[in-house]
């Protein structure tokens, strides 16, 4: 516990809420922890090295945890109450066989059961009812069936459907698209709320751009017959199975539309390679090969300057879609964060950064936390921004020199927010904790990627389990690993 709480210290701070609360015991689990402090938590719990977690649902739905006693202090998830198949998957973790004979499962909000005759809080109650009862448990469902559904605003419910056979033309013009959309409609129905229709149609493009990047991992489009390959893809997809006479003929025609938008858009096999690997929307795959075709020349020459970080960053920001970026007050700072980030600045000097620029978050414009910290470096860098890198080093990779060497050493420090090839090579190797990596690359710094962090992890396993003593117990398991 000690240990633990030593480098949440090291991470956030020693003055920050969580490395006290560490400090008596209490271990948080949720998206903004550091990813090695959440693997050590997990790891402390399947070992009964700690004993009180406090966390999101998502630990107790993905991780075979030993939970005795699941304290449920909310239902509700992201605004939504949480489905009935998921909250039974929830409680299905407290008294695992093999590890516990029975578990219980805690409401801990008392007007569950203290109001429950009355009027105004009695639906607390029968919240509480309908999700322990299993049969009323929700139908399976496909996220492309979303297609189907129209929008709804105003009182009464006005519903607006959109034509899905039209959904192709999100395809490589996706933001254009919408926004064309959302201004005709507000024009001819001032009721409607701009951000709401905006973001039920970029929940269309989501799921167009999805059913493309499953088109292009699993169809030839080579030769004839292309529209009736892509037919049959959507023969097969439970949405197809499951929607009525009318809406398969519809799938069927959104399959095949986008798969020959797909040929039309992106014609060379090479580039279909590049959207197959990449998880971004072919919309902005197009747009980055053309940024790169501009921005070639520059950006060797800031490479022979050491300035490539610069460019690299305007571009990684400008297509970056992450809400812990978006909803910062004063995005300016980010060149600085990203800066920081690489050189493996701990969290709580990166909140202190955007608390000396007087940065505020979101709409109500409040302070900063170092849990904003984390999310806008491991999601919205480490994350959504080496997503954006990985591309257009995906995009580089046929270029002769050094640029394309150079762009995938700075998509692995966006990634992992590490400064040097050595820190890289035993983080990716399985120390995954900057703070943890860093330390190991300070002792051995000829390391040079992760096959060579594991030869030193073998040969040197000794003086790196003294290096390791000083961090939780995970750390030594993943050297186990290696050595046995």
Same mark, same amino acid.
């Given at each position: ?29 949720? =998206? @903004? ?8 938590? /997990? *790891? !402390?719990?399947? %070992?009964? $090295? #700690?004993?009180?977690? +406090? ?85 399976? =469902? @496909? ?8 929008? /709804? *605003? !105003?009182?009464? %419910?006005? $519903? #607006?459907?959109?034509? +899905? ?320």
């Amino acid at each position: 516990m000690q240990k633990l709480t030593l480098l949440f210290s090291r991470h956030i701070g020693e003055g920050a809420s969580t490395t006290k609360a560490a400090a008596l015991g209490i271990f948080p689990h949720h =998206s @903004s922890v550091p990813n090695g402090l959440r693997l050590s938590v /997990e *790891f !402390g719990m399947k %070992t009964d $090295r #700690i004993k009180f977690v +406090v966390c999101t649902s998502t630990l107790a739905q993905g991780v075979n945890l030993p939970i005795r006693y699941l304290i449920v202090t909310s239902v509700y998830q992201g605004g939504e109450r949480m489905l009935v198949r998921d909250f039974h998957n929830l409680i299905g973790r407290a008294g695992r066989a093999g590890m516990h004979t029975e578990g219980s499962i805690i409401f801990a909000d008392t007007k569950v059961f203290d109001k429950k005759r009355q009027l105004r809080d009695g639906w607390r109650w029968r919240t509480a009812k309908e999700l322990l009862d299993p049969a009323n448990s929700e139908p399976s =469902s @496909s996220s492309i069936s979303a297609i189907f559904q129209p929008f /709804e *605003f !105003g009182r009464p %419910t006005q $519903r #607006i459907t959109i034509n +899905v056979e039209l959904l192709h033309n999100l395809l490589f013009d996706d933001e254009t698209t919408v926004e064309a959309a959302v201004a005709a409609l507000v024009n001819q129905n001032p009721g409607v709320d701009a951000k709401e229709f905006r973001r039920f149609l970029q929940e269309r493009v989501r799921v167009v751009h999805g059913i493309a990047s499953f088109l292009v991992a699993h169809l030839d489009f080579a030769g004839d017959g292309l529209a009736e390959r892509a037919v049959n893809l959507a023969k097969n997809t439970l949405a197809h199975y499951l929607a009525n006479e009318g809406q398969q003929a519809q799938i069927e025609t959104v399959f095949r539309t986008i798969a020959e938008g797909i040929l039309a858009g992106a014609a060379t096999e090479e580039l279909r390679a590049t959207l197959r690997r990449s998880p971004l929307a072919p919309t902005t795959v197009n747009s980055l090969k053309a940024w790169l075709a501009d921005n070639r020349a520059s950006l060797i020459q800031a490479l022979q300057g050491g300035t490539l970080l610069a460019p690299i960053s305007a571009v990684v920001l400008q297509y970056n879609r992450s809400g812990t970026i978006t909803s910062l007050s004063d995005q300016a700072i980010m060149p600085q964060i990203i800066e920081s980030w690489v050189e493996g600045a701990p969290f709580a000097a990166i909140l202190q950064l955007m608390v000396e620029r007087g940065i505020r978050i979101g709409g109500k414009k409040r302070r900063p936390t170092v849990e904003d910290a984390v999310a806008i470096c491991e999601s919205g860098l480490g994350y959504e921004g080496a997503m954006i890198l990985a591309t257009i080093a995906d995009l580089a990779e046929g270029d002769g020199g050094e640029l394309p060497g150079a762009l995938a050493f700075l998509q692995r420090q966006l990634k992992c927010g590490l400064p040097s090839l050595a820190a890289l090579g035993f983080f990716e190797a399985g120390f995954a904790d900057r703070v943890v990596a860093q330390t190991l690359a300070d002792a051995f710094p000829t390391v040079s990627d992760r096959e060579t962090a594991r030869f030193a992890a073998r040969i040197a396993a000794p003086r790196i389990r003294e290096i390791l003593n000083t961090f939780p117990s995970y750390f030594s398991s993943v050297l186990d690993e290696f050595v046995a």
